[in-house]
């Protein structure tokens, strides 16, 4: 009994769900099958077949198609060599265990190839051997029988069980020698030989009470097997009718998982015999091993129970061979069919063949699982609906058998989503219906496919000139919705079309993250604004990269004094304007011209008159240099002057710059101009005597104190006669501007004046000439007017 349930659980455990892997693009398998044969019992490594010829294969193609065995149920440990094609065992088959009584044993497998994929489908025969002996599952048999039993009469014994199939089955039955039976085999319709007892002669209680007998069981194997049973009959007083029952064949159906205990069937008999002789116990008749396990009787009631639950997966119909007995030996038998009803107790199963969690980006119709599902109910109760959600970009397609493939519907963005949950639905259709997920998480993989952005288009860097070297001016940046290697960025200056800019030597960049460098100090007079393109390049491959504008905009510092354009203050001898006595107030004397390098409000300049012979004589406006009197010129105002002027800009801190102007008053134009060196060697030995006699007066000036004030008193009114009937103007030598610009950048140069003077020093006589300037419409009546007069002094100058 023990053994016969370890192989029921055996069996049950191994009808498991098939194993398949399936790629798209597949060949399916033909429909004909290739049965191939091994004996049971075979060790471990026993040689199946050569499958190469029915796989169409030759040796070197079987590595490249990964050939896989794969069975479904009653699984097969079988080995495929790759190298060979040979089908090998790897566990000992037990055709019993697997197949139980069914003949033949034939289990099915497919064999697996890849690229492309073909299901090769094939069955496994397990023959018999005899390999196990008929056993009587009572080891002894006790038959009551009356002694009034007329000769002929048939008795029933229970058969022998022999797990072996075929000619290795339960053949045949002999029985001990003696004198009131011999043995009578009948064929049963399910094919099994059942043992009968036939009495030859009456039997005599009071002679024999006892009968003992042996029974022997022999199969058809090669050496025969055989299992004997002690048959034990007593004799009995008179018992003239045996049992009967009301119906000789009862038919119940019961469902699966029914409750231990449930009620099966009742069966009934009669017996018209009385007292002892009509008292019916109810058995068992010829019950199998499976019978007594799952089924319990009553003796008394003839009430048949449940003694386990039952399973339609495993076993769909019992046959129940009943019997009843009475007090007196006699016996009745019936037949009770159970049919096993299903119930939708079995949730599909989903078997995952091949998957693949990682798939990359931009792939459409790639496969991500073959997997394959089942149901053990039958009818409605195991078909199935297999579904995905529709939200997502994948879609899944029917196979060979129950299979299906998953596999992207569209190309996958991993920047859009990086990762799917999907979420397999196995529904079947019975009442209720059953439902099994499962759920894959598929995580897409990273393809450069996005190039680095920039955060700008283009970028403004402002620099202050003057800086110091390796100063970082500003920093770039990009980005790159890609993932690792694929989103990691280095940045680069890229060539430049401008040939006379070296951007080499003025910038630097931080390949790593963007930082710009000034590589030495800008210069803003130098180089006020340059642009150049930087790069970022990530290390996909293959490598994408992105382009920006980067300008750079130098500020100005004031780091340049004011030039001063006119006067020249390099000249070998200093320039010296003239200034008639009769000029008016406001009188242009002359107009000082600066400029400055730098820009904007550092280049605004203005002027300042510091230092002067006679204050007050001159002024200076401010925005445009022009020197003009600020009154009336009169006879003890000296004939000559010197004014220092100042030109400072508008910067922080501002510069500035000085020029020296000389200013001769004349009487008019028409008195003589002596030659530039004489006038200025005369001025120079003037002063020098001044400071002589003011250094004699100062050291002297206890002693001689009023010789020295007469000295001075005279030499002042010598000079004054000496400037009075000598006049002159000092000629700037060198190069003399063409144009006089104003730079204050507001346009405070009201008016635009131009000498001409000529000099000749032919037989020491000078022609001079006087040319008006150039003035706005606002001053021409008063230009007129000058115009006259210098026209009246032109004629008269002459020197000899």
Known sequence: MEAAEEMERALKKRQVPLLFFVLLGIAQAGSTLKRYSVEEEAENGFFVANLLKDL????????????????KGKKLNLEFNRQTGDLLLREKLDREERCGPAEPCVVPFQVLLGNPLQIFQAELQIRDINDHSPVFLDKEIIL??????????????????????????????????????????????????????????????????????????????????????LVLIKVL??????????????????????????????????????????KIAY????????????????????????????????????????????????????????????????PPELTMSTLTNHIPENSPETIIAVFSVADPDSGDNGKMVCSIPEDLPFI?????ENFYTLMTN?????????????TIMITDLGTPRLTTQHTITVQVSDVNDNAPAFTQTSYTLFVQENNSPALHIGTISATDSDSGSNAHITYSLLPTHDLQL??????????????????????????????????ATDQGSPALSSQALVQVLVLDANDNDPFVLYPLQNASAPCTELLPRAAEPGYLVTKVVAVDRDSGQNAWLSFQLLKATEPGLFSVWAHNGEVRTSRLLSERDAPKHRLLLLVKDNGDPPRSASVTLHVLLVDGFSQPYLPLPEVASNFAHDEDVLTLYLVIALASVSSIFLLSVLLFVG???????????????????????????????TGTLSQSYQYEVCLTGDSGTTDFKFMKPVIPNFLLQSSERENDTNARYRNSFEFS
């Open 502 to 535: 070296a951007l080499h030597s003025l910038i630097s960049i931080n390949t790593e993250n963007g930082q710009l460098f000034a590589l030495r100090a800008l210069d803003y007079e130098t180089l006020e604004t340059f642009e150049f393109r930087v790069g």
């Open 56 to 71: 169409g294969l030759e040796v070197h193609e079987l590595a490249a198609r990964g050939p896989r065995v794969i069975s």
């Open 410 to 422: 569209t190309a996958l963005d991993r920047e859009t989503r990086s990762q799917y949950n999907i």
């Open 396 to 400: 899944l397609k029917p196979s060979v």
């Open 283 to 346: 058995a068992f008749s010829q019950a199998s091993e499976d019978i007594r396990k799952t089924f319990r009787m009553n003796a008394t009631s003839g009430e048949i129970l449940l003694a386990t639950t039952l399973d339609f997966e495993s076993i769909q119909t019992y046959t129940v061979y009943v019997q009843a007995t009475d007090g007196g030996g006699l016996s009745g038998s019936s037949v009770v069919f159970v049919q096993v009803i299903d119930l939708n107790d079995n």
């Open 144 to 229: 009551k029988i009356s002694e009034m039993t007329a000769s002929g009469t048939t008795f029933l014994i229970e058969p022998a069980q022999d797990l072996d199939v075929g000619s290795n089955g339960l053949q045949t039955y002999t029985i001990s020698p003696n004198f009131y039976f011999h043995l009578k085999l009948q064929d049963s319709p399910d094919g099994t030989i059942l043992p009968q007892l036939v009495l030859d002669r009456m039997l005599d209680r009071e002679e024999q009470s006892e009968i003992r007998l042996i029974l022997t069981a022999i199969d058809g194997g090669s050496p025969p097997r055989s299992g004997t049973a």
């Open 237 to 278: 007083d008179i018992n003239d009718n045996a049992p009967t029952f009301s119906k000789f064949r009862y038919e119940v159906q019961v469902p699966e998982n029914s409750p231990v205990g449930s009620h099966v069937a009742t069966v009934s008999a009669r017996d018209l015999d009385i007292g002892d002789y009509g």
């Open 715 to 745: 030499l002042r009114l010598c000079r004054r006669a000496r400037a009075a009937s000598l006049g002159g103007c000092s000629v700037p030598e060198g190069h003399f501007p063409g144009h006089l610009v104003d730079v204050s950048g």
